[in-house]
């Protein structure tokens, strides 16, 4: 099978059950914010090869679901209205990560100041992916009442999962995280 089409050489793509659109469409645009978020989050999860520490198994099996639900997400996203979803979302994949964020929050320090992102090549990483989660869910509430508001909740929770995430990595590998510089001038 060969990976090229030439079906996009004009500049539209297809949507499931084959409306062409424009490569630059909303729904594109949402569920592309997704596959980067998705790839983000793979690179940060190669960060932690050869690490070792608490709670690293629940994190890899964690965002091995969630990489296989943002291709949820983005089924969703890539579906006209009025279509039926072949891969859809379910409440309790929200309230999975809603269970998880607390589990990996409840060992960390309180937060009493905005952090910097960064630290561990991992905890970077993972901020990163929240920032492109974050513009998922711009991207599908520009898209209005078309979308499925669990597609909304998901992207929600999981850029608070991916925060918490980073400074989760952070705190287990022993990195400082930085906070705002508050030097007077």
Partial sequence: MKIYTKTGDKGTTSLIYGQRVAKNDLRVEAYGTCDETNSLIGLALSYLNGESFQKKELIENLYH????????????????????????????????????????????????????????????????????????????????????????????RLSDLLFVTARFVNYVLGVKEQTLHNEKK
């Fill in 65 to 156: 679901k969630i990489q296989t639900n943002l291709f949820h997400v983005g089924a969703e996203l890539a579906t006209p209205k009025g279509k039926e979803v072949k891969w859809s979302l379910n409440p309790s994949d929200i309230e999975e990560m809603e269970k998880n964020i607390d589990e990996l929050n409840e060992s960390l320090p309180v937060l009493t100041n905005f952090i910097l992102p960064g630290g561990h090549s991992a905890g970077a990483a993972f901020h990163v992916a929240r920032t492109t989660a974050r513009r998922a869910e711009r991207c599908a509430v520009s898209l209005g009442e078309e979308v499925n508001p669990l597609v909304l909740a998901y992207l929600n």
